[in-house]
């Protein structure tokens, strides 16, 4: 190839990432203009609860969330605070994003007085919420305290805790994979390369997801945004690395940068993409899932991934190719040195005696390793993985949380929270009296459009109700019913109510329908349960008939599933005594499971993808039990690092207070290092020696001498 291409082809390169960079840097803070933490973006697509939720605006003029205020007085409210309270609604009243405001209701104790306050469909709930805690504050006489609960409040909350993903979660991430760079290479100038990958890749990320975003092609919560930052400068720098590890290999031997960066291409090109490839199917997998969450992650993680895979494949390699050995500097290596011996008595180093042990020791050395992960997986007996209270989401202060227990206190405690039974005009009747009939129902309204307070009452024998005649609002021949519950709206009181009133409603009404926060909490539970039994085999199956096809074998990969498979269960049996018995957490969601087995056993295939290409490439030389060793001494050091950055870029996650985003940082960093240090640098390699040439059947390879 001319010369002057040579410097053109990486000078354009570096030139078209400039310009991504350039384009999209400045919607790393645009993208919470298109992300959402209202439940919507969480519910499960085609739940009762969902359905209801779509529905019910239509039975009523005000659509958005409800804000449940609660004003608490010890000893009984006074004149003056009587009065405070009534200001408070005409003030709420006034709002523009508040669109009904209900009286001040007292307490039978006449310690405390409820207001709720709907915010306007156009309302931003978290900025509303703000506001209105702004003007509860300036109502409370001396002595009296307020709180702004509900819906709303949760979601406020929600959104306020989610407010650090833009700034210190990526902060925090980057910082940990510099210094742990640095400490790597010893090089002031390469952390900075392979980090500059990283973060171009994650701004073209951010920049087409941001569009599509727009365009309302994916959503965007929170959680998803976070994980996005995380996976993709964590699979970017470990693609980086790959790189990077063959790249100073080949600039032994050979002279220009421009051979040695065909060199180190050809060397690292199938396993890169193989382990990319592997993690983006490994994630799509989460379309086949009934919940938005998931759904949203897959398509978003995939386009972070490809991302990652692009800028390891063509900026990295640029970059090399322009600073060529200095990139290295002070530890350059110069063409014609000799490679580090690996294998064999002179060889020297941590990866030398891990071979010399595998090599004497390999049957007794992977039955240890698999007795340890498997006891370390005993903990999932404890495992509480069906779901928590939406109060428990936010971990630290929670003015929503503190204003429901104080809400329960002194109201029924499902107040501001109600279930909504969707059903029959004509058995508006029957529908009250069966949900009255359940126990942990304290009373049932009919919504209606004519009513002052937006609902009438309604009896099983009489009927609806209302002042000026108010009846209720039908719609296609439905309406609308409210169920107060006398247990907190997220309580498991309050799911068993709901589950009973589910099966009272159809009775009367097969074909009726129960929504609500409750409502909502149970099918998204349920759903996650559903999606976890249906996607983990799924992306199972998928990942090992990619292995079969990369390794051209099938034993070989069923060891690196059945490997993964351990390591999963070890980090989540460990998880799950941490979060118990540790950190004293309520439960976890259903997704952490999923999404732990999503991220650990893709990522986890990732290192065991770049140490048995080595291998078969070393075996093809050298045979296959000498081949195991090779891979292993030339790989351990890049692989575990690759590793250790993965987990710090994933602990990152604990830095956001939300229960499970900590619970997915934890379990994955811990399940990373696990795979790290003792699948694929014990386990894997011993069991691979200990078969020798039947890990690689049907391939001819099985059929070479397992001492060549």
Sequence with gaps: ?????????????????????????????????????????????????????????????????????????????????????????????????????????????????????????????????????????????SGMRGYVTGPAGFTADLTEAFAGIDGILLGVALAAVLVILVIVYRSPLLPFLVLGTATFALTASILVVWALAKAGIVTVNGQVQGILSILVIGAATDYALLYVSRYREALRDYRTGWDATKAALRGSLEPILASGGTVIVGVLCLLLSDLNSNKALGPVAAIGIAFSLLAALTLLPALLLMFRRAAFWPLRPLDGSAHPVVTGPDARGLWARVGRLVSRRSRVVWIVCTVGLLAMGTGLIGLKADGVPQSDLVIGQSQARDGQDVLADHFPAGSGSPAQVIGDADRIDDLASAITGVDGVDGVVVVSK?????????????????????????????????????????????????????????????????????????DTNDTGIRDRSLIIPVVLVVILLILMLLLRSIVAPLVLIGSVIVSFAAALGVGALVFDHVFHFPGADPSVPLYSFVFLVALGVDYNIFLMTRVREEALRHGPREGVLRGLGVTGGVITSAGVVLAATFAALGVIPILFLVQIAFVVAFGVLLDTIVVRSLLVPALAYDLGARAWWPSRLSRRSADM
């Design 450 to 522: 004519d009513a002052p307070a937006g609902t009438v009452p309604v009896s099983g024998s009489g009927g609806a109700s209302g002042s000026g005649g108010a009846g209720p609002t039908v719609v296609d021949g439905q309406v609308l019913l409210q169920a107060t519950l006398s247990s907190a709206a997220d309580s498991g009181a309050a799911e068993t109510t709901v589950r009973a009133l589910r099966t009272a409603v159809e009775r009367v009404d097969p074909g009726a329908l129960v929504g609500g926060v409750t409502a909502t909490a149970i």
């Design 1 to 141: 190839m001319p010369r002057f291409l040579r410097i053109v082809i990486p000078a354009v390169v570096i030139v078209a990432w400039l310009v991504i960079a350039s384009i999209g840097g400045p919607f790393f803070g645009k993208i919470s203009e298109v992300s959402t933490n209202d439940q919507t973006s969480f519910l499960p697509a085609s739940a009762d609860a969902t359905k209801v939720q779509e529905r019910s605006a239509a039975f009523r003029d005000d659509t958005g969330a409800p804000a449940v205020i609660v004003l608490e007085r010890s000893g009984g409210f006074a004149a003056s605070d009587t009065a405070a309270a009534r200001a408070l609604v005409e003030r709420l009243g006034d709002r523009s994003d508040v669109d009904s405001v209900s009286p001040a209701i007292p307490s039978e104790d006449g310690d405390a007085v409820e207001i709720v306050a709907t915010l306007t469909s156009a309302a931003d709930t978290g900025d509303a919420v703000a506001a209105i805690r702004a003007d509860v504050d300036d109502a409370l006489t």
